[in-house]
């Protein structure tokens, strides 16, 4: 990979995300921040109105929806934004304001919801998770090579988006990182090492998000909002195995790591 990530700022507007849950829950502090993550380099704005951590309490799609509702009023036409859920209703709801991006940490199981994503050209961010269904828990990975497993979950989206009509040039894959792939930090660092397997293997972008998560405070001890560092290090890693999209709580450090990062690479 020789182009410069694409830039997924990450606004919650949750009262328990683990590691801002309510400080955007209030619609003009998530406007004012969703304009300040533009400010500083993200080029998509990702609005999650639900916590999918392994201590969240569930949230209907009528709250997501009256969450959502007046963030996109004010932020429409900022940037390109992207509609972190994983419930149909919401969803369908996305689609009607016309965002550019659905991002569904189950990977679009619902099948009900396929004659909407085909009939729209709003991109697909399909991730896997160890869970399957629902939010993160804390459960170890699957037995055997975590990549393959990774992968065989992806063959099976595709061609089930395929038999419905959605383009695979719409997809973005995103193998899942901490909870999401198991208790043991090592399986993340496994996947991070091997993430130009994923993209040659299917030829479509990924998309990497480890900002804050739970394997980097494993390894540093330190609480969300002291894993800056040890954060932007693993997108530097992400952007160096390939990643064509990073999701971050903090784009203005990654901005300019990946500008060192692409002046490095035009020296070599």
């Known amino acids: 990979m020789t182009s410069t990530p694409k830039i997924l700022g990450i606004l919650n507007i949750t009262s328990d995300s683990f590691s801002d849950g309510g400080r955007y829950l209030a619609p003009e502090a998530a406007i004012e921040k969703g304009r300040a993550l ?3 380099g993200a080029d998509i704005l990702d609005i999650g109105p639900a916590s999918s951590n392994p201590d969240a309490a569930p949230v209907s799609a009528a709250t997501e929806m009256a969450r959502l509702a007046p963030v996109l009023d004010a932020l429409d036409g900022c940037a ?3 509609i972190d859920s994983f419930q149909v209703e919401t969803q369908r709801y996305a689609l009607s304001r016309g965002v550019a991006y659905l991002n569904d940490i189950q990977g679009f199981p619902e099948a009900l919801i396929y004659p909407a994503l085909a009939a729209s050209d709003v991109k697909l961010i399909v991730m896997h998770s160890v869970q399957g269904r629902g939010p993160a828990d804390r459960r170890p990975a699957p037995e055997g090579d975590i990549v393959s497993h990774i992968c065989r979950f992806f ?3 595709l061609e089930a988006f395929a038999a419905s009509g959605i383009a695979p040039e719409r997809v973005i894959l995103d193998p899942g990182m901490g909870f999401f792939l198991g208790e043991k930090p090592e399986t993340s660092f496994e996947v991070l090492r091997r993430l130009g397997e994923i993209r040659a293997r299917f030829g479509r972008p ?3 998000s480890v900002s ?3 394997f980097l405070r494993k390894v540093t001890g330190r609480a969300p909002d002291e894993s800056g560092p040890a954060t932007l290090a693993a997108e530097v890693l992400a952007a160096s195995g390939g990643a064509d999209y990073i999701r971050t709580h903090e784009p203005a450090p990654l901005r ?3 500008a060192v990062l692409q002046a490095y690479r035009r020296g070599q």
């Open 80 to 82: 390109p934004l992207s």
């Open 256 to 258: 300019d790591a990946l």
């Open 206 to 208: 990924v998309l990497v």
């Open 212 to 214: 804050r998560k739970s």
């Open 155 to 157: 063959e099976a989206r």
């Open 38 to 40: 533009i400010s500083e």
